[in-house]
């Protein structure tokens, strides 16, 4: 049986990096050069096997996936890699991600370098980066949780 309301078996957006929806994802593996925040746009290093988060003039090897559970109680900071953990590069599927302006389902996806959040490819923000194969499947505000769907080769 095909699922196709999503919200009737998964909770929604629980926070940065989680998987959006249950279709089939891929994810890539290398050590984290730097910390590395949940659901934030990465790139790998210049050794091709380690992962930082996305800098200017670089380009977005996949999303961080996020696979730690929050210590909410005494608000830990947790939701993130730490330098040399291994990195969950999500480079297909659907995941919740953060948008420094407001989105519209559908629009292209960009990624600004100072946060390695997302805006929307018609952004008047100078020095993004574009984030190929990627769109945006629900709308936000800024500041908001989003879903992107990215299919990376």
Known sequence: MAITSYDKYMPAAGGKGKLANYQDYSADTKAAAEDIPYGVAVQLGTDGETITRVKAGGKPYGVSLAQEIHDWVLKADDQKYLKYD????????????????????????????????????????????????????????????????????
């Open 86 to 153: 291994p990195v969950a590069a999500v480079r297909k599927g659907v995941i919740w991600v953060q948008v420094d302006e407001d989105v519209v389902i559908g629009d292209g996806v960009v990624v600004d370098p100072t946060t390695s959040n997302f805006r929307p490819a018609d952004t008047a923000t100078s020095g993004v980066i574009a984030f190929p194969s990627a769109a945006f499947k629900s709308s936000a505000q800024a500041g908001g949780l989003v879903q992107i769907e990215i299919n990376l080769p």
